[in-house]
T-cell receptor, first 111, second 112 residues
Framework: ETAVFQTPNYHVTQVGNEVSFNCKQTLGHDTMYWYKQDSKKLLKIMFSYNNKQLIVNETVPRRFSPQSSDKAHLNLRIKSVEPEDSAVYLC??????????FGPGTRLLVL | QQKVQQSPESLSVPEGGMASLNCTSS?????YFWWYRQHSGEGPKALM?????GDKKEGRFTAHLNKASLHVSLHIRDSQPSDSALYFCAATDTEGADRLTFGKGTQLIIQP
């Protein structure tokens, strides 16, 4: 049963463009995350966010930024995409530090 | 250096057999472990966590943790074709799941 929703499923864009990916969770969780999964399937956390704190992985380029309107939504914006941004972006949520629940991902291809 | 190492990279097991996956942390602070499973085209899904020495069993899945060596294993008995997936080990320095460091995964293939 999907409770973390991501749109779009797939996005193709050109280098330098701005893109935004949406994530919504219906689990009533208070913490949301964005991960990047590269072509070798390696998962790396990019951001974690609750209503009190944004934690940024120091390796994340500044062109990436999370955007939240409320506890149930955490979008990901990439200001000027680079070829190395091609990956699957996974959104997840949790209640505090409990188990994380992942969405199906958004696959980004940068040409 | 990858702080969480998984082996093997790929594993093929006949249907009904036992699959054994391994994970080791190279950081002594990372003593709390999670196993996640990812089917193709989906996001990872948590299977179980293990924080104490010894075994933890959930259905067909058994995790074993040795804190002295920071080694955790996952054993899947009576493997089913639906168990074919990418299995991730993740570790953290607290019992909370909010700061997970993932390994590179083990691709498990169950042969019918």
């Amino acid at each position: 049963e999907t409770a973390v929703f991501q749109t779009p499923n797939y996005h193709v864009t050109q280098v330098g463009n701005e893109v935004s990916f949406n994530c919504k969770q219906t689990l009533g969780h208070d913490t949301m995350y964005w991960y990047k999964q590269d072509s070798k399937k390696l998962l790396k956390i990019m951001f974690s966010y609750n209503n009190k704190q944004l934690i940024v992985n120091e390796t994340v380029p500044r062109r990436f930024s999370p955007q939240s309107s409320d506890k149930a939504h955490l979008n990901l914006r990439i200001k000027s995409v680079e070829p190395e941004d091609s990956a699957v972006y996974l959104c997840a949520s949790s209640y505090g530090k409990d188990t994380q629940y992942f969405g199906p991902g958004t696959r980004l291809l940068v040409l | 250096q990858q702080k969480v190492q998984q082996s093997p990279e790929s594993l093929s097991v006949p249907e009904g057999g036992m699959a054994s996956l391994n994970c080791t942390s190279s950081d002594r602070n990372f003593q709390y472990f999670w196993w996640y499973r990812q089917h193709s085209g989906e996001g990872p899904k948590a299977l179980m966590s293990i924080f104490s020495d010894g075994d933890k069993k959930e259905g067909r899945f058994t995790a074993h943790l040795n804190k002295a060596s920071l080694h955790v294993s996952l054993h899947i008995r009576d493997s089913q074709p639906s168990d074919s997936a990418l299995y991730f080990c993740a570790a953290t320095d607290t019992e909370g799941a909010d700061r997970l460091t993932f390994g590179k995964g083990t691709q498990l293939i169950i042969q019918p």
